[in-house]
């Protein structure tokens, strides 16, 4: 069987590591990589990969039939466009999330998927990268909370304001925040309470910390609703410098007979990552679920090679960016 080729388009944010890592990790080869001017993830990204080429220009990839799947990490605003040009050249698209930032570019890409046939996914590294939330899921299908009927979810972020390029600080540029970081948990409601649809009852955002950083966002929240259950999530970019990470993640999925709690990255005062917490009639204990596999990478590969939908659906991924979409236009007064 011909090994899958992958190449990058952007690698401004550094998400495309453990893109490309995984994508390696489950057999598939990189080919190339082509990013605009010379990101402050270059030199990190060269030392990372070293034995992969940088193109001459994107087009050199695109127009390369070998080539069969495109991660996308460049500026937010320009993956719509590249992910389109991508798929108008036969290829797959994996980009980093937000994978657009208006409805506008979600519908041309929904057009262009419906056009070309090829594949159209994101990355939403705070479950298909976190081996406590594989676990989480196992749980899950197994029963041991009953019914999941709402999921908490939050997403707090370190600002690290000196290391941040220009794009990182303009509304226009990064989406905003529910549609960037705040999409992550949207995934994560969508999936655990088992939604195909949900409605936005809330949503705001504001600048408490950063008042001189005028297109920053850095706190934001949403309430969601669907017939399957209940959502909040919450999402900053507070995280104390103190903290060994860049946020203290958490999901808590609250069921009828129990809950789970993931302290994803972090849990103050326990070594490690991947703290799961179970509480149902019969157990209540903290797990280790470091160990949990993270399937979707493999998934994702076959569902390549067979035209398939097992790592996740696309209507899935719509649905993630149209609900973000829409939660980051209420809180910015942009929807009645």
């Not at 196992?138 to 009953?146: M, Q, Y």
């Not at 941040?164 to 705040?182: E, H, K, M, S, V």
């Amino acid at each position: 069987m011909t090994p899958l080729r992958f190449a990058a388009i952007g690698i401004d944010h550094r998400h495309i590591f453990g893109m490309a890592s995984n994508m390696m990790d489950v057999g598939a080869e990189f080919a190339g990589w082509w990013t605009a001017g010379h990101p402050n993830t270059e030199a990190s990204f060269v030392a990372r990969f070293p034995d992969v080429a940088r193109a001459d220009s994107a087009e050199a990839l695109l127009n390369d039939p070998s080539i069969d799947l495109i991660l996308l990490s460049c500026i937010p605003v320009d993956r719509a466009a590249w992910a389109i040009a991508a798929m108008e050249a036969g290829k797959d698209v994996l980009t980093d999330k937000p994978g657009c930032t208006t409805l506008d570019q979600l519908a041309a890409i929904q057009a262009t998927v419906a056009k070309t046939g090829r594949i159209w996914s994101i990355d939403f590294s705070e479950r298909f990268e976190v081996p406590a939330a594989t676990r989480a899921a196992e749980l899950v299908a197994e029963g041991a909370i009953g019914r999941v009927i709402q999921t908490l979810g939050m997403g707090p972020h370190r600002l690290n304001r000196s290391t941040r390029p220009d794009w990182f600080f303009d509304r226009q540029a990064y989406g905003g925040i529910l549609t960037d970081i705040g999409s992550h948990q949207i995934d994560q409601f969508l999936f655990f309470t088992g939604s195909t649809d949900a409605e936005v009852v809330h949503a705001s955002v504001a600048n408490y910390a950063s008042p001189d950083d005028h297109g920053l966002q850095d706190f934001g929240e949403i309430v969601l609703r669907s017939d399957n259950g209940h959502g909040y999530i919450r999402v900053d970019w507070y995280t104390p410098d103190a903290l060994p990470t860049w946020g203290d993640g958490r999901l808590t999925i609250l069921g009828t007979e129990g809950y789970i709690e993931l302290r994803k990255y972090v849990d103050v005062g326990i070594p490690g990552t991947d703290h799961l917490i179970l509480v149902n009639g019969d157990r209540c204990e903290k797990i280790d679920a470091s160990g949990a596999p993270l399937p979707f990478f493999a998934r994702f590969a076959a569902d390549l090679r067979d035209r398939s939908e097992t790592a996740m659906t696309q209507a899935h991924v719509f649905k993630v960016c149209e609900l973000s979409l829409k939660a980051q236009a209420m809180a910015e007064g942009r929807l009645a």
